[in-house]
């Protein structure tokens, strides 16, 4: 008969080399079970006590980008060209931009909502974090209906290239998740975490190409070159208008980025927890 | 040592009083570890104390272990880490299997889920699959005897309802090692007498299980072996029913916060009881109470005894049983109370009390001044243990 046998001392956690990561990944293998049922569970609660239900996925964005578009059809704003018609671009865009930011905050506040189950119960805490994820994935994919019924409306026929967008969408996630494991045990003894998220989130969207197109002119393309998530969102609008990938090299520096923030942020997590329980 | 499935060596835990120094110590300690330094953690900052010291033991498979102690003991942080969820700050855990904790039942209960749901959200995170929970569910809710409210959301649920749900679910997860933390004290008799059979259950088909209680009935009845752990002591290993005397004895230490008034005439100086602070169930009881008078006085005297709880099993005094007033003569003297001991093994106190001639007001009242511990360890259910026999048919 297969035993597992644990040994907990004082340094068991800051042991070094590969089969840490290995450690790790088995745990989260294993536990697998639990964070579909616990996304399952997520979901199926969200909008219990609701009568709309899902439509509050769709509502805030649909509001926001009606807003923004008469306010370009009024001039008041002058948006400029966008390869795409507005109205698809921000819906798309605002979408992407929803799923990182629903997923970091969902992060952020994972370990906090869970209550005594992170306190009182061993298991896996990162099932508790990957789970947050799960919601704001399920509600990206009910914001695609009014896209896509906006596209059919404007009789627009997306590129085949959009096949390629889960793959940018799941280094998306990859890097909400990294910065969501910091941020997650960080809040558990510093509830201030949460506050700064959703106010830096706010200026976020704004300084992301998400309801105006990539501004070419200086000063303002600074804010591609140096927001690092302009270029995963230029990368998911090129692909689906069918243009050419502009700025390429800065896609693969971000896909490498949320990779090592990812295993860094889960290598913390993982080192830090047991020391963050005594004090949360 | 080969067959012993936990295996406790030289732990101990530390923890900070103030909380902004915790702070600064933890950001410290994660900073190390990230980068891998070594953390010294057997070296005390300031503020920080032991919350225990050097605990060893070891438990075989299949049998069990009480933990008793007072509050503050460090009881649920020696739970928490043999679970894991906290390391010690020195020595070593080794577990050989799997671990299964009644720490807080019904931890992740979601409140708008069905009792079904949430039975299958329980097990998942207690570690079952999706076949195990399939296959033991009918047992689970058989057990909790929820049959009826099963499809109903939780919120809805009684608060016992809600810790027999939870603990069916823990219980038929059937780890190696089953931690329990009084739990069993919330629900009703019947689910507690259920409770305690299927423990029994557990420890025969190999699980080891370990016990946090502050009722040594339960504890006397699970464990064979109890560990006494006392902040700022070493913890003692011993038989159940020595360490449930020693928790008596050390509780009884911390009874005598009660009311004390005395009279500048008449002091009571010193109450001896059997000479020794301490006797056996069945035997002779002798409550001898001296005391110094500065002046003539007449009076009546009583002397009572009271449960751990307050309640008063027994209040004898001299103007109630008929007696003539006695008079205080200036100087030293005693009067005593001599009884047949009929009290179960237990913490007990004693009040001394003087009255005047007039039975208007107290000279001297001591009120459950002075610990009596009756020790024997066995048998702990009630107060009185009165002459008995039994007859059947």
């Known amino acids: 008969m297969k035993k597992n046998i644990k040994v907990y001392t004082p340094d068991a956690m800051t042991n070094k080399g590969l089969s840490v990561w290995y450690n790790m990944f088995l745990e989260l293998w294993g536990s697998r079970d639990l964070i579909w049922r616990l996304i399952q569970r997520d979901i199926s609660v969200r909008y219990r006590q609701s009568v709309l239900g899902y439509v509050w996925a769709v509502l805030p964005q649909i509001a926001t980008v009606a807003l923004f578009t008469y306010l370009s059809s009024h001039r008041v704003f002058d948006m400029g060209q966008t390869q795409m018609p507005y109205v698809i671009h921000a819906l798309w865009s605002l979408s992407v931009w929803q799923l990182f930011s629903t997923c970091l905050i969902g992060c952020t506040n994972s370990l906090v909502n869970a209550g005594t189950l992170v306190t009182k119960i061993n298991f896996p805490k990162e099932a508790l974090v990957v789970v947050a994820i799960g919601q704001s994935v399920f509600d990206f994919l ?134 963050i329980v005594e004090r949360a | 040592m080969e067959d012993d499935i936990l295996i406790v060596e030289n732990v101990s835990k530390k923890f900070c009083r103030s909380l902004k120094r915790s702070m600064l110590y933890g950001i410290q300690d994660i900073s190390k570890d990230i980068l891998g330094l070594s953390v010294n953690s057997n070296l005390l900052r300031s503020d ?161 299980i370990l016990l946090v209680s502050h009722h040594m009935h339960l504890i006397d009845k699970v464990a064979d072996n109890s560990l006494y752990i006392e902040r700022g002591c070493k913890a003692l290993y011993g038989s159940t029913s020595d360490m449930i005397d020693r928790y008596h004895q ?24 059997n000479e020794k602070k301490q006797s056996d169930s069945g035997k002779q009881l002798i409550i001898r109470a001296e005391y110094q008078c500065k002046k003539e006085i007449k009076g009546f005297f009583g002397i009572a005894i009271h449960a751990e709880n307050g309640d008063t099993i027994m209040n004898y005094r001299t103007d109630c049983e008929g007696h003539k007033v006695y008079s205080f003569k200036q100087g030293s003297g005693f009067f005593k109370l001599i009884l047949e001991n009929l009290l179960e093994p237990g913490i007990y106190s004693v009040s001394v009390s003087i009255f005047d001639e007039n039975n208007l007001g107290s000279l001297v009242q001591h009120l459950r001044e002075y610990p009596l511990v009756i020790s024997g360890g066995k048998n702990v259910y009630g107060y009185i243990n009165m002459p008995h026999y039994w007859e059947s048919s």
């Open chain 1, 142 to 275: 009910i914001r695609l209906i009014p896209l896509v019924v906006v596209m059919l409306w404007y009789g627009f026929l997306p590129s085949w290239n959009t096949l390629l967008i889960p793959f940018v969408l799941f280094f998306v996630i990859l890097l909400a998740l990294g910065v969501g494991f910091i941020f997650s045990i960080i809040t558990l003894v510093l509830r201030d975490v949460g506050n700064a998220v959703n106010i830096v989130l706010t200026f976020g969207m704004f300084l992301s190409p998400i309801l105006y197109p990539p501004p070419v002119r200086e000063p303002f393309s600074l804010i591609n070159t140096y927001n690092p998530f302009s270029p995963l969102l230029i990368a998911t609008q090129d692909l689906l208008s069918g243009n050419v990938l502009l700025y390429l090299n800065a896609l693969w520096l971000m896909i490498a980025l949320s990779v090592v923030v990812f295993l860094m942020g889960w290598r913390i997590f993982h080192i830090t927890m047991p020391r």
């Open chain 2, 48 to 208: 920080e104390f032991w919350a225990f010291e050097d605990l060893s033991f070891s438990l075989k498979k299949g049998e069990s272990l009480g933990i008793i102690g007072p509050n503050g003991s460090g009881k649920s942080t020696l739970f928490k880490m043999l679970s894991g969820i906290m390391l010690p700050d020195k020595g070593k855990i080794t577990i050989k299997g799997s671990l299964g904790a009644l720490i807080e039942v019904g931890a992740g209960f979601h409140p708008l889920l069905s009792g079904r749901e949430n039975i299958y959200i329980n097990a998942s995170i207690l570690g079952m699959k999706k076949k195990e929970i399939d296959h033991k569910f009918d047992e689970i809710v058989d057990f909790s005897g929820l049959e009826e409210f099963i499809d109903m959301p939780v919120k809805n649920y009684s608060s016992g309802m809600y810790v027999r749900l939870g603990f069916s679910v823990a219980v038929h997860v059937v780890p190696d090692v089953l931690l329990v933390d009084e739990v069993l004290a919330v629900g009703d008799a019947k689910f507690r007498a259920k409770s305690l059979k299927k423990m029994s259950e557990l420890m025969q088909n190999g699980t080891s």
């Open chain 2, 250 to 273: 050390c509780s009884a230490s911390g009874v005598n916060d009660n009311s004390k008034f005395e009279s500048d005439n008449l002091k009571v100086t010193q109450v001896l009881i």
